[in-house]
């Protein structure tokens, strides 16, 4: 099954609309004004909140805490590596690999793929195509998904910062 993610821009918070492949709505993602670290809600379409990510603030590395329903089911942790990125998830016999930068990585089990998650170009804001192998996986993956891409947004923004201030010092 195929989940589409799409990145309200002009937001005041963080929000993402999922649509299933028929463009049905599925689930709304939205983040918390003026919270302490990040902090993410995931609903479905009925507005009922079926999950939860939430930022370990200290940290060596960037974590991300899921629950779902209630009860925390892992946790998604930036590794440090020299050449390229990766993720752990502790908690889960999980694996990812693939493309972070690019926006196209896949989610494995011991059994085989569990998601695959390619970056789209449909006009302002992020789009992401998720194929889910199995459809009661659906929730989990979306936090997946959203736990990574704030990871990466977190880095594009350190990175842009960088910038700013290396041109006002010259």
């Known amino acids: 099954m195929k989940l589409y993610m799409k990145q309200k821009v ?22 918390e004004i003026l919270s302490i670290g990040r ?16 930022q370990k603030l200290i940290a060596f590395t ?14 998604i942790i930036k590794e440090i590596k020299l050449f ?4 752990r998830i502790d908690g889960l016999p999980l694996h990812l690999d693939g493309n972070f930068m690019g926006r196209e990585y896949n989610l494995n089990s011991h059994d085989g793929p569990v998601m695959q998650i390619r970056k789209k170009m449909l006009g ?3 789009s992401y195509e998720l194929d889910i192998a199995d459809p009661k996986d659906e929730v989990l993956c979306l936090c997946i998904a959203m736990a990574i891409e704030c990871v990466l947004q977190e880095n594009e923004e350190a990175e842009t910062n960088a910038l700013i201030a290396n041109e006002h010092k010259k």
């Open 10 to 31: 002009f937001s005041w918070r963080e929000r993402f609309f999922i649509k299933d492949e028929g463009g049905n709505d599925c689930y709304t993602i939205e983040g």
């Open 39 to 54: 902090k993410l809600h995931i609903k479905n379409a009925n507005g009922e909140v079926v999950a939860y990510i939430h």
């Open 62 to 75: 960037p974590r991300f805490f899921i629950e779902i329903d209630g009860k925390e089911v892992c946790e």
């Open 84 to 87: 390229k990125q990766s993720y």
């Open 124 to 126: 302002w804001g992020d």
